[in-house]
């Protein structure tokens, strides 16, 4: 069936034993992965990352997972990402099993409406399906409020605002600020910090323009010389740090689903075209070469190496510039094999 938008965080708040398979599509796949972890946490469960690829070639999988104990008797979610239609008859099968143990969710992106997958899910009373559209205006301006709160930070609506129109809506993008922040002001849920425009000027989403993006950007395309200039052109205090990692981290963050949807299938030119204006002219070449280069999953591990330098640079008094430029010239090496 389909979520209204009135009702879907309830339903995931508080999930319905009838609903045994969830779908989240649409060009947000941010805002879908958020609802995903939401309906994890909820769940109280372990993720269980199965396939498209596996559930295509054997469609008796996913009924078969769901039904199975966990080994330790423990909970799990099912996850499939990226999925497509591929999965559609994996999916019926799940539907119709007398009896699951978990439930599975699967993150698309843009789905026709004649996708045999979203017809399914809307259709069947125990499966969940909603569309991810980024939001705008004050939807976006909420989102930032809501996400910031989580971090025990209050935000007010001018700030909202710009740090919304700085990440491009995108929800991940937004959360990943709103820990740095929290971070940085030593804000929780027991400590409320208010959020501070001198705060956004230096760590911000927007600081990661010019040089910043160009020296991440160059370890992601693995020039080594051209690297090791930016690096030594860095200032005596090297008060460039923070913002060059903030702009790896965003561009990381830009190409993860990008580079998802061309496992799925799509063509590189594609993607550009279909991000409009959303996309800087001067950013295409980049980032086609980047697409091209770097998998998924090699993706995820830089994204987590980069979390870990942002931890160290924040709670470690060792020089910053040896750290990053060390992890820059590792990504750079990597970009390379």
């Given at each position: 069936m389909k979520a209204s938008k009135a009702t879907l965080l309830a339903s995931l708040d508080r999930p319905s034993p009838e609903v045994r398979f969830y779908l989240f599509y649409g060009p947000d796949e941010s805002g879908s992965h958020a609802l995903a972890h939401r309906l994890l946490k909820s769940l109280g469960a372990e993720r269980f990352v199965v396939t498209a690829g596996a559930v295509r070639g054997d469609p008796a999988l996913l009924a078969d997972e769901a039904s199975a104990m966990g080994l330790f008797g423990d909970k799990r979610l099912l996850w499939?990402?990226?999925?497509?239609?591929?999965?559609?008859?994996?999916?019926?099968?799940?539907?119709?099993?007398?009896?699951?143990?978990?439930v599975a969710i699967a993150i698309a992106g843009s789905l026709k409406k004649s996708s045999a997958l979203l017809k399914l899910a809307e259709a069947d009373r125990g499966a969940?399906?909603?569309?991810?559209?980024?939001?705008?205006?004050?939807?976006?301006?909420?989102?930032?409020?809501?996400?910031?709160r989580a971090e025990g930070l209050r935000v007010n609506g001018e700030l909202a605002s710009r740090i919304a129109a700085s990440a491009g809506a995108?929800?991940?993008?937004?959360?990943?600020?709103?820990?740095?922040?929290?971070?940085?002001?030593?804000?929780?849920?027991?400590?409320?910090?208010?959020?501070?425009?001198?705060?956004?000027?230096?760590?911000g989403a927007d600081s990661s323009e010019g040089d910043w993006q160009r020296i991440g950007d160059l370890a992601l395309d693995g020039r080594l010389a051209e690297l090791g200039d930016a690096l030594q052109r860095l200032s005596p205090g090297a008060t460039e740090v923070v913002p060059i990692v903030r702009a790896l981290q965003r561009r990381v963050l830009q190409l993860a689903p990008l580079r998802a949807r061309i496992e799925q299938g799509e063509r590189v030119d594609s993607i550009l075209t279909s991000m409009g204006k959303a996309l800087f002219w001067r950013d295409k070449a980049i980032l086609a070469r980047l697409?091209?280069?770097?998998?998924?999953?090699?993706l995820a591990q830089v994204a987590e190496r980069i979390s870990g330098l942002e931890r160290r640079l924040m709670l470690s008094p060792a020089p910053a510039e040896a750290a990053l430029g060390e992890e820059l010239l590792a990504i750079a090496r990597a970009s390379r094999r």
């Open positions: 499939i990402d990226p999925a497509g239609d591929e999965i559609a008859e994996g999916v019926a099968g799940l539907l119709s099993a007398p009896a699951v143990e978990s969940l399906a909603h569309a991810s559209y980024l939001p705008e205006g004050r939807d976006a301006d909420r989102m930032v409020v809501d996400l910031a995108n929800q991940a993008i937004i959360a990943s600020e709103m820990a740095k922040y929290a971070l940085y002001l030593g804000a929780s849920a027991e400590a409320v910090r208010d959020l501070d425009p001198e705060t956004i000027e230096w760590l697409l091209s280069q770097w998998s998924a999953a090699r």
